[in-house]
């Protein structure tokens, strides 16, 4: 005897298809919005790479405009070449040391542990060199260096532990656009920090210095008198 013939509701059937294509598709929105959370990481990253660059570029110009300004205010560096060449070089060394350092650092540690260094390097060189006090000149332009050079280790650190995770998250932006996030990510924005401290110092140096007159034979240790380097320099110096 055959069995008899179920009559199936034409709305029954489309509902189960509605609920089986609810069950398929929710795995992909799943996914869908997972993605949107991982790529969320990128605009971070894209702003903390900005401004580091950006402070880089700053710390190598800050001392061109600052190092004439010494060689004509203190005849402490005018007198002596070596402390015009350490003043001048002191950060480059340090980049030079920091690049090696942070190379095993960030191998060991991580990028991102090797990046918080960076950071707090840079603030406190940075404090130091503001904060440059001693019983003489000389004494107090060596503490400069000493905190110029701890910026460059920090500077150079930047570089091993930053472009990397650049050219990293860059392979998860469009191809039409992650050569141009690396330009101007890394070498605009550090491009831009070389020049802004010329800006700020010549507006610095109007303002401190804008009732200087010449006077080579003065005994105060200062030969523009009227004149307040400190200002500019401390100022250069804490701006970043």
Known sequence: MADPIVDIAPDQIYRRSQEFEQDNSQPEDGKQQGEKLDKSYLRFNAIGTALGFLVNGYMY?????????????????????FLQSALSTSVLYGV??????????????????GLIMCSSLVILG???????????????????IVGRAIVG????????CNVPNVMEDSEDVS?????????LLVMFMEVVGNNTPSVLQLILVAAACRNVFIDTASKTGVVLPNCHPQVVWRLSYGWD
């Open 61 to 81: 110009q800050v001392g061109a405009i600052l190092l004439t300004l010494y060689v004509d205010v203190y005849h402490t560096v005018n007198d002596s070449s």
């Open 153 to 160: 280790l920090g500077m150079g650190g930047e570089y091993t």
């Open 126 to 144: 940075s404090v130091i060199s503001v904060a440059a006090n001693g019983t003489s000149t000389d004494g107090m332009f060596w503490m400069i």
């Open 96 to 113: 030079l040391f920091g690049l090696i350092i942070f190379g095993f650092i960030a191998d060991v540690v991580g990028r991102k542990a």
């Open 175 to 183: 191809r039409k656009n992650r050569g141009r996030r690396v330009s």
